[in-house]
Structures are given as structure tokens and as C-alpha cells.
């Protein structure tokens, strides 16, 4: 199962990542977290993880792969990464971090002021997540980043549910209404997860929200996961909110 997880930034939507794969690593699944935000330095620290070294690396670094896009031009999407396809096995050990059940994959962070756009990194998890075979207990979580250029990339086209994150704010409300028109055609199932709620803003969001239907958990407000977040450190929480989550993912809904 590919799980992509979105929303708008302070949503909470690593800390949802970090939540569930522990969740899911405690069910004895094999779980690949893909951090796919070039501007995310933290997702590592409350997975409990090292800090892997960008998977760019592996193919060249940036210059290389940029320089396969310039090839390709007008046409960025014949740009060919991959001849072969991948499995959990297949993953450079050097590039991947593990720990309790868990491995992060990085594919790439803004290191330099200067060094140019990210559409390198776009590139390569796009084609990185379409060559990903998986076996039956293998759950991969990408963590894209803020908003909705992961969209514009291709990246969500992947995966098996895409889940977005709802704080209480305007903006993610809007955000919900823009996302759902985008994935109609995608036919790739769509949810919402409400966090950092209580009953009377949770009441209020379910109004404004564009399909109620589509909610598929609340996350109520948490002083220690906001404790442990602000510290940086490994979120390694049962969460009984997650646990149904990750039941209802796994039952197909």
C-alpha cells in the first residue's frame, strides 16, 4: 500500500507520517517513509531516525539529473531515471535510514542558497515511487511538501489513498476544496484527517469542509505530541485515533 499524506504547512501532516508509520511497524508491516519536502529538516528526528543522505546522490546529485531534464526539453516527462524496478531489498542501504521497524528514504533537500528549483527532486520521486514494487506487508507514507505542487508533479498519481491533513484555519478548508477538484479524475481515493481539533472547532469544520463523507479521523489537540514535536523527538506514540486510521486504511475503507 502507497500512502501519500498532503496538506497545507503547520497542519501536522509529519507528524502524522511519524505517527502512523510507528503505528503501522508495531503491526509487523514493513514501512518505507519517502520524505519528499526538499524543505522539511526535521521528519528524521520524530520518526527517531538518522538523517539519511539525499537518494540524489545515488543518481549523480542534482547536476546530473538536471542535466537529463535540459536533454529532455520541451519534453521533461521522457526524462529516464530508472531502468528497473525497485523493492524494499533494491533500496541503496547507504541511502536509507532504519530504525524500529522503519526506513526513511530522503530524496532530496535545498542544501546552498542559489543552487536552484526543485524540480529535480520532483522528478526523481515521481519516478522513484512509479518503479516501487511492493510485497503484501510493504506500506509505503510519502511525505510531500506543503500545498499542492506535488500535485502539479505527478507525484500523488502513485499512490494507493492520498490523505490530507485539516487544522483548524481557513486556509485548509480552501485547500480541501481545491484538492478534491483536483484528484476527481484521478480515481484515486481521497480523505480527510482533522487535526489538532476539539469538538466545537471539529463541528465547525465539518460544516465548511467540501465533502464530510470523505473524513476518515479526528486527531484532537495533544500536549504530548506537541511537546515531543517542539523537542524534536521520536514520536513513538499509541494513538488511538491512528490506530483507526491505519484499520481503516488496511480494510480498503
Not at 481545491?178 to 484521478?186: A, P, V
Request: net charge negative; charged share 25%; proline share 5%.
Amino acid at each position: 500500500m502507497k500512502i501519500v499524506i498532503c496538506g497545507k504547512g503547520g497542519s501536522g501532516k509529519s507528524t502524522i507520517v511519524a505517527l502512523m508509520a510507528h503505528e503501522y511497524a508495531r503491526q509487523n508491516k514493513n514501512v518505507l517513509v519517502v520524505d519528499t519536502d526538499e524543505s522539511n529538516m526535521g521528519l528524521h528526528s520524530i520518526l527517531g531516525n538518522d538523517s539519511p543522505a539525499d537518494l540524489m546522490k545515488y543518481f549523480g546529485g542534482k547536476p546530473a539529473i538536471t542535466e537529463k531534464i535540459m536533454a529532455a526539453m520541451p519534453d521533461p516527462s521522457k526524462v529516464k531515471i530508472f531502468e528497473n524496478t525497485w523493492t524494499f531489498e533494491d533500496l541503496p542501504k547507504e541511502y536509507v535510514s532504519y530504525k524500529n521497524g522503519i526506513r526513511l528514504i530522503a530524496i532530496g533537500k535545498i542544501h546552498d542558497f542559489g543552487e536552484g528549483c526543485a524540480c529535480p527532486m520532483g522528478i526523481l520521486a515521481n519516478q522513484f515511487l512509479e518503479n516501487l514494487s511492493l510485497g503484501e506487508d510493504d506500506i509505503v507514507i510519502t511525505d510531500t511538501e506543503a500545498g499542492i505542487e506535488h500535485f502539479g508533479r505527478g507525484i500523488d498519481r502513485h499512490a494507493d489513498f492520498i490523505l490530507l491533513v485539516l487544522d483548524p484555519s481557513n486556509e485548509s478548508i480552501r485547500l480541501a476544496e481545491k484538492i478534491s477538484g483536483m484528484t476527481k479524475d484521478l480515481e484515486i481515493p481521497l480523505y480527510f484527517i482533522l487535526n489538532k481539533t476539539d469538538p466545537e472547532i471539529s463541528s465547525i469544520i465539518k460544516e465548511q469542509i467540501v465533502d464530510p463523507s470523505l473524513l476518515i479521523g479526528e486527531i484532537p489537540g495533544d500536549d504530548e505530541i506537541l511537546k515531543r514535536g517542539l523537542r524534536g523527538v521520536e514520536m513513538d506514540i499509541r494513538n488511538p485515533y491512528i490506530e483507526k486510521i491505519t484499520e481503516s486504511l488496511s480494510s480498503g475503507i
